[in-house]
């Protein structure tokens, strides 16, 4: 089994720049290895999504910035094979935004998104994380961020276990990784 790290985030407003909170799962040989959660300063204190969330401007006003979050989450990803998320584009794209707006590298891993493996694997419909969830059997707490990246890991170690494997190593392979 492969090593990977499920990944979300919880953004401030539309900005994708505006992450205020993270989690990260890894997993090791089909099994959590490390979880990670951090809050996370925004560079705006413009909060629109606090109804989605529950994170205000004073939960993270004197949180570390997404530079020094990363400093230790992103050493640990090194070592990972890909990273999942529900929704991978929007992860990524705020993965992105929020390195380029500290001057950092962005990882270069291939995402999975569990949105795509849920269709593709269990044909789950609709396939919004509480449905998937549901269907697997995955306890969730949606929109808390360590939540949903623990439980978008489970979805991928579901998948795993009835024999999907991930196959963004083999280019020539058709894969459910949003790249």
């Not at 499920?6 to 099994?31: H, K, L, P, Q």
């Not at 094979?81 to 380029?100: I, M, Q, R, S, W």
């Not at 579901?158 to 991930?166: I, L, S, T």
Request: charged share 25%; glycine share 6%; net charge positive.
């Amino acid at each position: 089994m492969s090593t990977f790290a499920a990944i979300d985030f919880e953004t401030a407003n539309r900005d994708r720049n505006s992450a205020c909170a993270v989690g990260v799962v890894v997993v090791e040989d089909g099994r959590i290895a490390r979880r990670y959660y951090e809050l996370i300063r925004p560079p705006s204190r413009w909060f629109t999504f606090t109804f989605i969330h529950g994170l205000t401007w004073r939960d993270v006003r004197d949180a570390p910035r997404f530079d020094a979050v990363w400093e230790g989450i992103g050493r640990d990803l090194a070592g990972v094979d890909f990273l999942a998320a529900h929704n991978a584009p929007f992860d990524k794209g705020v993965l992105e935004a929020c390195c380029t707006d500290h001057g950092l590298p962005a990882p270069s891993h291939p995402f999975v998104c569990t949105v795509q493996l849920a269709r593709r694997q269990w044909n789950i419909r609709p396939t919004r994380l509480p449905d998937v969830c549901r269907h697997l059997g995955i306890e969730l707490r949606h929109h808390q961020a360590a939540s949903d990246a623990e439980a978008c890991a489970r979805i991928v170690i579901a998948a795993q276990r009835e024999g999907w494997r991930n196959r963004t190593a083999a280019p020539h392979l058709r894969t459910i990784s949003q790249a």
